[in-house]
């Protein structure tokens, strides 16, 4: 009992990531259909933006940076990579906005590989240690270790969340959102600025990954180049098990994904970890490829 | 048409008689070198190009530190050593090539070998040539399952490895043991001949799992592991998974030691995992000359030769082949592959820094050299 209650925490703990991600990824598709398989490198420049300005501002030791220090940075480095999101945006997807969406899937490969290479020429090929690290110290509940660290990044993941559940809801902009995902051209008629909506959306669900790379960096210590990669691929199953377009479903599918992943590795070992994860997908894409909660036609977002 | 095919056929005769008269040139050249009776000429085969650069320089440092000893020593035989560097740029075909290179240039032995992947096919051209290699660094268990006679490993193998490890665990009374490793070739061969050893000793192995390279988060592994309640954990892959481990192992608390092989020996394990994590972490590896008792001088004079650069992990063993060679070469007093050969094999008791050399019927060490290091407050200690 308390073994299984162990792994359900240890799978909350990837989940809040894989949602986190998979939230941009859902987002996107949602309003102009297209999987931006850059994403997980937005993820990966967050990752490596937030480790720039902490080693910057706390002159690598890191220790004395106060919570005030960490939380400037996070939200600078999240605002930064949503403005990179909408530079990607603006140059590699908007000229292609009515060409096949083959052609803009294929400029979304092309602008990760760019991403992970610069990253790669400009940080370097080696893993870097993030510059602050997170005390070992914890809970006990139930025979089950929980540390701090854990419980603040689901905290703060699902906080970033019902945010955006609140501003796809609530504000016009959310509502906007909503009816591009439904009709396009309509909204254009209707006198929606489309570009500045699609603009938007791109912003957010980079400002969301980059968050994730930061708290990835932070818990996790280490981050490299290629740290985007195998996230995004995980993500995108986040969102497709979720049904993708679906905000609910996204963080649901990360959240269930990477349950099963801890449950899988608990079970079966480590190296089954990716086969169960993208078994899973392809089962999905099979069998119900609308997801956990998509409707065969239904109002996306 | 005639005409073009006449002035053709002109041309490509000029061109055979250029290409002879340029062959005859350079193969004198090189045979002007052999034959100056006042020097031996020593064959060294390292990376001095591509990823493994930086190992394959510092190796080199060493040898031609040897070497300048040795010949400020008044030489071997009356002559000096002269070392021919080539370039196997740790790739199979490179390798072949520059060890053709060598062959045809005579040289007397051969000392090098980084790469297990390029050592292979050289050690087989060397060994068709009936020229003495020495593999200063290189350890795959294939290098002396080839039978080659001419071919000597001063590197503990992979096996001597698992042993270490294992005897280490047997000697703390730790008896359940989880052996960890990333599916690389190098780590699987490493943990499968782990489990080997572990049982050999009595022990037993009550978890054998594998990762992904990649992997970040093992805490669902680490859960695993707390429940199976191990007396060591010894985890075969590279330094940027096993720090993450490591720092994961301590926060859920799982129980025992933590052991890690030479693929993750670097300092770089104790930054990812941090110095209270790391704390305690056995390696298992093979002699660094900083940690070696006894090594303080050769450690001196590298850094006062090259610009206070440490040696490298393998520079200790490339000092040794090179005396190790000088020193056959003086028992043997000839220079002939057969005498070479027969010294070498016969070394008795050869002590170089940090290790005993001497070989077994397959040309490798007799008694591994592969120790147990121990982080003690951030720094790598010599354990055992």
């Known amino acids: 009992m308390e073994i299984i209650l162990q792994i359900l925490i240890d799978g909350l703990v990837i989940g809040a990531f894989y949602s986190l991600v998979a939230l941009g990824y859902t987002m996107v598709y949602g309003i ?50 949503g403005l990179i999101g909408m530079g990607v945006e603006r140059i590699a997807y908007r000229p292609l906005l009515l060409a096949p969406r083959l052609s803009i899937l294929i400029t979304a490969i092309g602008v990760s590989l760019s991403l992970e290479y610069t990253s790669m020429i400009g940080w370097g090929a080696s893993y ?52 591009i995902a439904l009709d396009q051209s309509a909204c254009s008629l ?19 990954a980059a968050g994730a790379g930061i708290m990835s960096g932070v818990y996790y210590g280490t981050i490299n180049f290629m740290m985007g990669f195998i996230i995004g691929l995980k993500a995108f199953t986040a969102a497709v098990l979720g049904g993708i377009g679906n905000i609910t479903g996204a963080m649901l599918g990360g959240l269930v994904l990477g349950i099963l992943e801890a449950f899988g590795t608990f079970y079966l070992g480590g190296s089954w970890k990716d086969v169960l994860a993208f078994g899973i997908l392809i089962l999905f894409l099979v069998f119900k490829p609308t997801g956990i909660l998509g409707a065969k036609e239904m109002e996306r977002m | 048409m005639f005409h073009l095919k006449k002035y053709s056929i002109i041309a490509i005769g000029m061109l055979l008689i250029l290409s002879l008269f340029l062959s005859a040139c350079s193969s004198e050249g090189s045979s002007g070198g052999k034959s100056s009776s006042d020097e031996i000429l020593v064959g060294v085969l390292l990376p001095v190009t591509g990823n493994n650069a930086t190992d394959g320089k510092d190796m080199l440092n060493a040898m031609k530190m040897a070497a300048e000893k040795i010949n400020n020593n008044g030489g071997v035989l009356g002559k000096k050593l002269k070392l021919e560097v080539t370039d196997d740029a740790c790739d199979p075909q490179t390798a072949t090539t520059a060890a053709n290179k060598l062959v045809s240039m005579k040289v007397t032995a051969v000392v090098g070998g980084y790469c297990s992947g390029s050592t292979l096919p050289a050690s087989g051209v060397f060994n068709n040539a009936n020229i003495p290699m020495i593999v200063a660094a290189a350890n795959s268990s294939e290098l002396p399952a080839q039978g080659y006679e001419s071919l000597f490993l001063i590197n503990g193998l992979v096996p001597d490895q698992a042993k270490t490890g294992a005897d280490y665990f047997k000697d703390k009374g730790a008896k359940n043991i ?6 690389s070739a190098y780590a699987k061969n490493l943990a499968d001949f782990a489990q080997k050893s572990v049982e050999e000793n009595g022990g037993k192995v009550i978890g054998f799992e594998a990762i992904n390279p990649e992997e970040k988060d093992f805490g669902s592994l680490m859960t695993k592991l707390k429940s199976l309640n191990p007396d060591g954990t010894y985890f075969t892959g590279y330094y940027a998974a096993g720090g993450l481990m490591l720092k994961q192992f301590k926060e859920k608390g799982v129980s025992g030691f933590f052991m890690v092989g030479d693929g993750s020996y670097s300092p770089d394990i104790i930054e990812i995992a941090g110095a209270d994590s790391a704390d305690g972490l056995l390696v298992t590896a093979t002699p660094t000359a900083n ?28 000092y040794n082949g090179m005396n190790l060679l000088a020193d056959a070469l003086k028992r043997a007093n000839s220079t002939s592959s057969e005498d070479l050969k027969k010294a070498l094999k016969e070394t008795k008791g050869f002590q170089g820094i940090g290790q005993v050399i001497e070989f077994n019927d397959q040309n490798s060490l007799n008694q591994s050299n592969f120790h147990v290091m121990k982080v003690v407050n951030g720094e790598f200690t010599l354990e055992k």
Do not use: C, W
């Not at chain 1, 689901?154 to 504000?171: E, N, V």
């Not at chain 1, 570009?195 to 959306?201: E, V």
């Not at chain 2, 989880?178 to 599916?183: A, C, F, L, M, R």
């Open chain 1, 32 to 81: 102009i259909k297209l999987l931006n398989f850059a994403h997980g490198d937005l993820y990966m420049m967050g990752a490596f933006i937030g480790f720039t300005f902490l080693s910057i501002f706390t002159g690598d030791g890191g220790v004395n940076t106060g919570l005030l220090g960490v939380g400037i940075v996070f939200i600078g480095t999240m605002v930064i990579v």
């Open chain 1, 128 to 179: 870097k240690v993030y510059p602050i690290k997170l005390p070992n110290d914890g809970l006990q509940i139930l025979g089950t270790q929980i540390s701090f660290a854990q419980i603040g990044m689901i905290l703060l993941s699902a906080l970033l969340m019902l945010g955006l559940r609140l501003f796809i809801d609530k504000t016009i902009y959310g509502k906007a959102m909503r009816a």
């Open chain 1, 190 to 208: 209707m006198g929606v600025n489309v570009h500045k909506i699609i603009a938007l959306t791109f912003f957010i669900g980079a400002s969301l």
């Open chain 2, 178 to 183: 989880v052996i960890i490793h990333d599916n």
């Open chain 2, 291 to 318: 940690f070696i008792p006894g090594a303080d001088e050769f450690v001196k004079e590298y850094k006062s030769k090259y610009n206070n650069l440490s040696p490298g992990p393998f520079s200790a063993l490339s």
